[in-house]
C-alpha cells in the first residue's frame, strides 16, 4: 500500500478532486457516503489529492482504488464543480467532482496505512442530505439532476 503525502503547491496550495459514487437500486439513488475521522469528524464523499503530474481523472481513479478498493466503477460525468477554503496556511481546492457509478455489492475496504475513514454507508440522497457534513458539498448533491445518473 502507498504511503499517502499531501502535496504542497504554490503558497499552501493542495489540489483535490471529489468522486460522488452511486448506485441505483429498485430505481432508488444511493450514495456512498465515508465517515472522515483524520483532521476532522463529520460525513463527506471521498475525496483524493491529485499528486504532481497528475490529471484529476488519474487522481480519482486512483482515490477510488486507494480509499474505498473499489475495483470496478465507471467514470459517468465531471461536473465541474469546485470549491475552496483554507486551514492555516493551507488553501485547499476541489478542482473536479466526478459522477462515478459502481455496484454496492462491491467489497469495499477502508484500510489503508493513514486511516482517513472508520465507516462508510449507502445512503439515499435525501439521508446523504442530512448526514453530508459540510453545507457546499450538500448543495452540489441538492442541485444534481436525476436524469445524470441513468
Given at each position: 500500500?502507498?504511503?499517502k503525502?499531501?502535496?504542497?503547491l504554490?503558497?499552501?496550495?493542495?489540489?483535490?478532486?471529489?468522486?460522488?459514487?452511486?448506485?441505483?437500486?429498485?430505481?432508488?439513488?444511493?450514495f456512498?457516503?465515508?465517515?472522515?475521522?483524520?483532521?476532522?469528524?463529520?460525513?463527506?464523499?471521498?475525496?483524493?489529492?491529485?499528486?504532481?503530474?497528475?490529471?484529476?481523472?488519474k487522481?480519482v481513479?486512483?482515490?477510488?482504488r486507494?480509499?474505498?478498493?473499489?475495483?470496478?466503477?465507471?467514470?459517468?460525468?465531471?461536473?465541474?464543480?469546485?470549491?475552496?477554503?483554507?486551514?492555516?496556511e493551507?488553501?485547499?481546492?476541489?478542482?473536479?467532482?466526478?459522477l462515478?457509478?459502481a455496484?454496492?455489492?462491491?467489497?469495499?475496504?477502508?484500510?489503508?496505512?493513514?486511516?482517513?475513514?472508520?465507516?462508510?454507508?449507502w445512503?439515499?440522497?435525501?439521508?446523504?442530505l442530512?448526514?453530508?457534513?459540510?453545507?457546499?458539498?450538500?448543495?452540489?448533491?441538492?442541485?444534481?439532476?436525476?436524469?445524470?445518473?441513468?
Amino acid at each position: 500500500m502507498r504511503k499517502k503525502k499531501t502535496p504542497r503547491l504554490r503558497s499552501g496550495q493542495v489540489k483535490k478532486v471529489r468522486a460522488i459514487i452511486y448506485d441505483i437500486k429498485n430505481d432508488r439513488l444511493c450514495f456512498l457516503i465515508l465517515h472522515r475521522t483524520l483532521r476532522w469528524k463529520g460525513w463527506e464523499f471521498l475525496k483524493e489529492t491529485i499528486e504532481k503530474g497528475e490529471t484529476p481523472l488519474k487522481a480519482v481513479k486512483r482515490g477510488i482504488r486507494e480509499e474505498a478498493q473499489i475495483k470496478k466503477f465507471e467514470i459517468i460525468k465531471d461536473l465541474k464543480k469546485k470549491e475552496k477554503w483554507q486551514v492555516g496556511e493551507n488553501i485547499y481546492e476541489i478542482v473536479s467532482t466526478f459522477l462515478i457509478k459502481a455496484e454496492m455489492r462491491q467489497k469495499i475496504s477502508l484500510k489503508q496505512e493513514i486511516i482517513e475513514h472508520d465507516k462508510y454507508q449507502w445512503v439515499d440522497k435525501k439521508t446523504a442530505l442530512k448526514k453530508i457534513t459540510w453545507p457546499e458539498t450538500r448543495e452540489i448533491l441538492k442541485r444534481i439532476n436525476r436524469s445524470l445518473f441513468i
